[in-house]
């Protein structure tokens, strides 16, 4: 019997044929929601089964002992961090290290991309101790909101002053740096003020994988607990269906590849500089990067106790089903 499935995620372009119906299951109907801000809480949440959720704020689920979400370790947004870090377009800061003693700004505290990027920051040497750090709106179109979310410290982690957006902070000088995980439209054009910390990001970027041997996963797969309790093979389905739906999308951009003038070239770069598994899923894949992750959790102060991969994900999965229930009509 089929069963139906109501799933909440980010207007990510690869799921495509996903929701068009090109991929599809022989034991579920998928009923995708695209959403641009995340379900606050699937456990609880009375219109969705199954969502794209926060790594950090999952972890944070988990270290308080809630096992009403089951995580999947199929991590639907994963990206470098280096790229995040945007500075005033005339500021002399060029590397990471030179951010120590700096004002750095950030969209959310606790968020799972800017505990990624405090882990680059970290990697090049500079942590938490060594900055002064600023948690506020992007720019005034962005709500103001609680970002520090119960993990301030007053004279090292604060609220952006008077709530003044970061973009306009960081054009004053008020601060040297922001970590952001979307740019802002004032960002992009020949005439931007602003541009990134590292001149070359992505060389900074791949130096960063060969250290670590992983690109950073920043949101998972979720699916509520009860109803994943009821359908045990449920979790490994879904994860494969989006495992088949970024196949399809990866082979079919590679086709049709006009939609920027040099996308061609950065599929072909991506394909050279990294193995064809750098984003595989299941939990064997991850292991290492979740490891890390968790780890970061607990040395930022995020978590009170360092959880093992284990703790994160106690019904492990293997990287694939192999049902051949989950394919593309003909």
């Not at 799921?15 to 695209?34: F, M, N, Q, W």
């Not at 959403?35 to 790594?55: C, H, K, M, R």
């Not at 005339?90 to 968020?111: F, H, Y």
Request: with cysteine; proline share 6%; charged share 25%.
């Amino acid at each position: 019997m089929r069963i139906t499935v109501r799933l909440a995620v980010r207007d990510w372009d690869y799921l495509t044929p996903l929701a068009l119906g090109d991929v599809t299951s022989e034991r579920l109907d998928l009923k995708i929601d695209r959403v641009g801000t995340l379900v606050s809480n699937l456990g609880t949440d009375p219109q969705y089964d199954a969502a794209e959720i926060s790594f950090s704020r999952y972890a944070g689920g988990r270290a308080k002992g809630d096992a009403d979400v089951l995580g999947i370790p199929n991590f639907v947004m994963r990206g470098f961090r280096h790229r995040c870090i945007v500075t005033a377009k005339d500021s002399p800061i060029t590397r990471l290290e030179q951010l120590a003693g700096k004002k750095i700004g950030v969209t959310g505290w606790r968020d799972s991309g800017n505990t990624w990027t405090r882990t680059a920051l970290a990697h090049a040497g500079v942590g938490i101790e060594d900055a002064f750090w600023f948690a506020g709106r992007l720019t005034e179109a962005h709500p103001i909101v609680d970002r520090l979310d119960g993990f301030g410290r007053p004279g090292r982690i604060e609220a952006a002053p008077g709530e003044r957006p970061m973009m306009e902070l960081l054009e004053t000088g008020e601060l040297d740096a922001v970590f952001t995980p979307f740019m802002p439209d004032s960002f992009f054009g020949a005439n931007s003020k602003f541009r990134h910390v590292l001149p070359d990001f992505r060389a900074e970027e791949l130096a960063y994988f060969r250290d670590v041997g992983y690109v950073p996963g920043m949101h998972l797969l979720g699916l509520k607990a009860s109803f994943a309790a009821e359908h045990p093979w449920l979790a490994q389905e879904l994860s494969d269906l989006l495992d088949e739906s970024q196949r399809v999308w990866l082979n079919k951009r590679r086709k049709y590849a006009d939609t920027t003038p040099w996308i061609i070239e950065e599929l072909g770069r991506v394909a050279r500089d990294l193995p064809a598994v750098w984003n595989e899923s299941g939990f064997a894949a991850n292991e290492h990067m979740i490891a890390d992750f968790a780890e970061q959790l607990h040395l930022q102060g995020l978590t009170p106790m360092l959880l093992t991969p284990t703790d994160l994900f106690p019904h492990e999965m293997g990287a694939s089903s192999k049902s051949g229930r989950v394919g593309v009509p003909a």
